[in-house]
């Protein structure tokens, strides 16, 4: 057994976000610019790459993996890495393989996943209005995510829908959602907008929905019970005490979170955030290509990348400028 990955302030990493592909089928404002240039194909590691990489980040004790993108449904051939990982699943080296998609595709994959051993997915949603879908994801179309989602339900999947709060677009869909969410059996998370990316016009700080004001909202209607529960990332439970439901809120540009991080993100091309507010990366692509047969080589640049975990990030928006701004975007981190 391999000594497993432990950063230089004693926090583990057993959780690796992958994202397999920058490419969408959506054009969410807040995330991706209308007309974005996307990496050439030859600079994704392919999909025998991403499987070696994966599985050497399991040896290293990573326990849960979550595929993501850009859209991860839209890579060609993906469920052949998904299939692949389910040997990770069955030895017990891995315990959770999951996705979180925006739903268009899932009509088409959501039995394949299930078969391959994936329990759980987190599905993006922001509003149940049609035409406001239409707007916020510029090329989406609402229907087919809905039926994206009862495909996922109908085969087995756990659903967890996440919802950026957007401040003057599904404010007064709160309830709606809340609602919706408990008619379905599906948990619910409030994410709150970040900085990423060059994404043109849009003001975020126009957007910017403090969660903090969604959640005295909440407990205007609601009795909120705080839950102890942590997922070693920045997301905080409640439960509505009159439904039962668990409600997640992610604030990504409070520090609270920092000290528990349990995870790095791994870019399509094979570079590794050690931290999603930071710019500070490792190109694992070299120790991958160069010594193919021999995984030694990655293994080592994975433990020196971990060493440079840095402690904690630093987004700002406290003085009504974005500090701490991120020029990547977040379809390149996966989120
Ligand atoms: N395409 C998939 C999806 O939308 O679920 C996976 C990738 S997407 C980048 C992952 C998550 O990041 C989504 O829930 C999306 O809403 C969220 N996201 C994208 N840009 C964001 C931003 N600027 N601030 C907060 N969340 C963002
Ligand atoms: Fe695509 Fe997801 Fe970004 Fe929307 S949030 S543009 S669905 S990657």
């Known amino acids: 057994m391999t000594t497993p990955l432990i950063d230089p302030f004693q926090r583990a990493i057993s959780y690796l976000r992958v994202s397999v592909t920058d490419r969408c089928d959506f054009r969410c404002v807040y995330c991706m610019s209308e007309n974005m240039t996307f990496l050439p194909k030859k ?98 179309r609402l229907p087919q995510v809905l039926r994206g989602i009862d495909a996922a339900q109908a085969a087995g999947l756990r659903v967890k829908i996440n919802t950026v709060a957007l401040k003057g677009f599904n404010e007064d869909e709160l309830f709606t959602l809340v609602e919706w969410c408990k008619g379905r059996d599906m948990d619910l998370t409030f994410i709150e907008v970040m900085p990423m990316g060059d994404i043109g016009n849009e003001d975020r ?30 997301a905080r439970y409640v439960r509505l005490e009159e439904t039962g439901q668990k409600i997640g809120f992610i604030t990504p540009l409070t520090h609270n979170f920092c000290e528990s991080c349990n995870r790095v993100r791994l870019t399509c091309t094979g570079e590794l955030y050690m931290c999603l507010g930071q710019e500070d990366m490792a190109d694992l692509r070299p120790a991958l290509r160069n010594h193919p047969g021999d995984d030694a080589p990655l293994q080592e640049a994975i433990r020196a990348a971990i060493a440079m975990k840095p402690k904690g990030h630093d987004f700002d928006y406290s003085r009504q400028s974005v500090e701490g701004r991120m020029s990547r975007h977040m379809s390149h981190t996966g989120g």
């Not at 990770?88 to 078969?115: C, I, V, Y």
């Open 43 to 140: 600079e994704l590691l392919t999909l025998e790459e991403l499987d070696r990489m994966c599985s050497t980040f399991v040896n290293l004790g990573v326990e849960k993996l979550r595929i993501t993108g850009g859209e991860p449904l839209v890579r060609k051939g993906i469920m052949t890495f998904f299939d692949a990982m389910t040997r990770h699943l069955e030895t017990g080296a891995l315990k959770e393989l999951t996705l979180t998609t925006n739903g268009s595709q899932l009509g088409r994959f959501a039995d394949d996943l299930h078969a391959a051993g994936v329990r759980r997915v987190n599905i993006s949603l922001d509003t149940l209005d049609e035409t406001k879908f239409a707007d916020i994801t510029r090329w989406g």
């Open 205 to 234: 700080l126009d957007q910017y929905w403090k969660l903090s004001d969604l959640r005295a909202r909440l407990a205007g209607e609601y009795t909120l019970t705080d839950l102890a529960e942590r997922s070693g990332g920045p």
